[in-house]
């Protein structure tokens, strides 16, 4: 399969292509987002690179096209950005990123995180889970409360089924961030506590019995009885 570069800089385009072709990737280069959706369209990927300043459509439009085709909806991408900003992180990862690398970065960071996100493997859990009256359909990535369905970005979904996979388990924030996102967020940053409430509303707010709950000083835990 073949890692598509979507990445408008000429030299920073040309440099990833050789060097990862040249570390025994098969790698194509789209010079624009309209481009690179079209690759997508018609290659199977096993990743994607991604550039965030793009012209005419940029790397946040890029993103949330491939997450909202079927084809593409999986595939791992990896953006590169110039802004080491917390916001600009949280947008990407909310959109849906997997990874991301703030430029300049060193070439060998980038092809270490390529293959760890090429060695992710597909979910090989149990076809559903279930805690209370959530049902999770790990196959079809669908999401079920009370027989309602409930729409859920792709990391929302990866949050929710790791706190009910391990229900009953208090997970901290570094270990969430590092198997939702694969990234280890800096302690003064809130991503995690923010995708967690941003979870909450959708997962329990409607709901009389909560089952996402907050252990203070340890993380949080998905169980049907509250912690205390």
């Not at 060193?106 to 995180?113: D, K, N, T, W």
Request: proline share 4%.
């Amino acid at each position: 399969m073949t890692i598509l570069i979507i990445e408008d800089e000429p030299k920073t385009g040309d440099y990833l292509l050789r060097g990862l072709s040249e570390s025994g990737f098969t790698a194509r280069l789209a010079r624009t987002g309209r481009d690179g959706l079209a690759i997508a369209r018609e290659e199977e990927l096993a990743l994607v690179v991604l550039d965030v300043m793009l012209p005419g459509m940029d790397g946040w439009q890029v993103l949330a096209a491939l997450r909202a085709d079927p084809v593409s909806a999986t595939v791992p991408v990896l953006f590169l950005t110039a802004s080491d900003a917390v916001h600009d992180r949280v947008r990407g990862l909310e959109l849906g990123a997997d990874d991301y690398l703030v430029k300049p970065f060193a070439f060998v960071e980038l092809v270490a995180r390529i293959r760890t996100l090429l060695r992710r493997g597909p979910l090989r859990e149990d076809d559903t889970l279930r805690i209370g009256d959530l049902e999770i359909d790990v196959l079809r990535r669908s999401v079920r409360r009370a027989g309602a369905a409930i729409s859920l970005t792709t990391q929302e979904f990866k949050l929710l089924h790791l706190l009910v996979q391990r229900q009953g388990q208090v997970l901290s924030r570094a270990q969430i961030s590092s198997q939702v996102w694969d990234i280890n967020f800096e302690t003064d940053t809130n991503v995690v506590d923010a995708a967690v409430r941003r979870l909450r509303r959708k997962i329990d707010d409607p709901y009389p019995q909560k089952l996402i709950h907050t252990r203070r000083g340890m993380g949080y835990v998905c169980d049907l009885v509250a912690a205390p």
